[in-house]
């Protein structure tokens, strides 16, 4: 089946086509800068050279149009597009799988969206637009918290007064679950009846780690917001919450000065002191840079202690996965993660563990208590073989 997945954002718009069946991708690009001066398409088509085409994009309809101008162009048929699959970041308590668009369901996305404003609000609104120019073609909802939606109540409920809780629907919806899903996927095909408890972690700019049994979650690091948990490129990630009333109370910062801080200066970037990228970072830790190698002395602590809160999840774990730009890219960190849980029997494998790869693969030694992979993830593949399971019937 030919799917168009659609990531949206406030001010730009990923897309991908792909064929479910053969995971082929025909093309994928992105839109940047709508509604802002200097707005362009980055485009790349199979086997093709990437182009940027600048363009004014006044708004996501215009932005739609020009994407399907752009794959018309390229020679794919857009009346062979057979599904539009949309990633949600926050689908509440609506979308514990993924569901097929219609008025009730978009109306879910928008009255969700105060867990998530900067997300929800531009997706519901690409979702309509799709709808309105593409009338043949059926919309289907991929909400990045689905995954983790029924979690154990004991991990997701959180001891704050219950009347509060209820009213303002505060609990842990985690992120990053449709990536999750898919690791447990492929970590399934490659070790079969071997894997039965995984801690799939997650770690790019973003970063959250998932407990995973027999396919089904049971804990999660992300929160109420993507902000829990891990340090990540510029977030802070789990930090004593009465924090946030100390910053203001004393510091004078503003609610929004706060929620900027955690969310865009912390994390790898403030503790390097130079950037939120980890290939920055291993060049300054080289150096001798002190600050950059904190950075990572701190980023391999926490991911190690939160394993072992998604090994509780679980009363044990038999794999782990590494997965997204730093858990797939970079060797040093997984063998500094690796190093922090060698205590407790993990081996990897120096050589394994350099190896550069687009497939599945095993690092660890034979002899590791547990079993230590790297799997690529493929969010938009997962979101389009749902779409595939909702539409294609
Ligand atoms: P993601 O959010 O999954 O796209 O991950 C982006 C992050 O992955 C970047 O900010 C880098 O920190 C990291 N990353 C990407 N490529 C590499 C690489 N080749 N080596 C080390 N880290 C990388």
């Not at 168009?4 to 991908?16: D, H, R, T």
Request: charged content about 25%; hydrophobic content about 40%; overall charge negative.
């Amino acid at each position: 089946m030919n799917v168009l997945v659609i990531n949206a954002g406030s001010s730009s718009l990923k897309y991908q086509l792909l064929d479910t069946t053969s995971g082929e991708v025909f093309a994928k690009g992105n839109c940047e800068r709508i509604g802002i001066d200097g707005s362009f398409v980055g485009h790349e088509e199979r086997g093709g050279e990437k182009s940027k085409l600048e363009v004014a994009l006044p708004d996501h309809k215009t932005a739609i149009k020009h994407v399907f101008e752009i794959l018309d162009q390229a020679g794919f048929d857009t009346d062979k597009i057979e599904g539009i699959g949309h990633r949600v970041v926050q689908g509440g308590w609506y979308f514990p799988e993924s569901k097929v668009v219609t008025d009730e369901t978009l109306g879910w996305v928008r009255e969700v969206a105060p867990l998530a404003p900067l997300h929800n609000y531009a997706e519901a609104d690409v979702i309509e637009i799709c709808r309105e120019l593409f009338p043949s073609i059926g919309n289907v909802i991929v909400a990045d918290t689905s995954f983790h939606y029924n979690i154990p109540e004991k991990a997701w409920r959180y001891a704050l007064p219950r009347d509060v809780v209820d009213k303002l629907h505060i609990r842990k919806y985690g992120a990053h679950g449709t990536s999750h899903r898919y690791i447990w996927r492929k970590t399934k095909e490659l070790l079969g009846d071997d894997v039965h408890k995984l801690v799939s972690c997650h770690l790019g700019s973003g970063a959250s780690l998932s407990a995973i049994e027999d396919g089904h979650d049971m804990d999660t690091t992300m929160g109420l917001t993507p902000l829990d948990g891990l340090i990540m490129g510029t977030r802070c990630g789990s930090i004593d919450p009465a924090t946030v009333c100390y910053l203001v109370r004393e510091g004078g910062y503003t609610i929004d000065e706060v929620d900027t801080m955690m969310n865009k200066q912390s994390g790898l970037l403030a503790l390097s002191g130079i950037s939120s990228d980890s290939r920055d970072i291993e060049a300054g830790a080289e150096r001798g840079d002190a600050n950059c190698q904190m950075a990572f002395d701190m980023f391999y602590y926490r991911t190690s202690q939160l394993i072992m809160e998604m090994a509780q999840a679980m009363h044990g774990f038999d794999t782990m996965a590494f997965s997204a730009g730093i858990g797939e890219n970079s060797d040093v960190m997984r063998a500094g993660v690796a190093k922090e849980l060698e205590w407790m029997g993990v081996k990897i494998d120096p050589e394994k563990n350099k190896v550069r790869s687009d497939e599945p693969r095993v690092i660890s030694t034979d002899d590791s208590k547990i079993r230590v992979l790297v799997v690529p993830t493929n969010e938009e593949l997962m979101i389009a073989l749902d779409v595939e399971e909702l539409l294609g019937k």
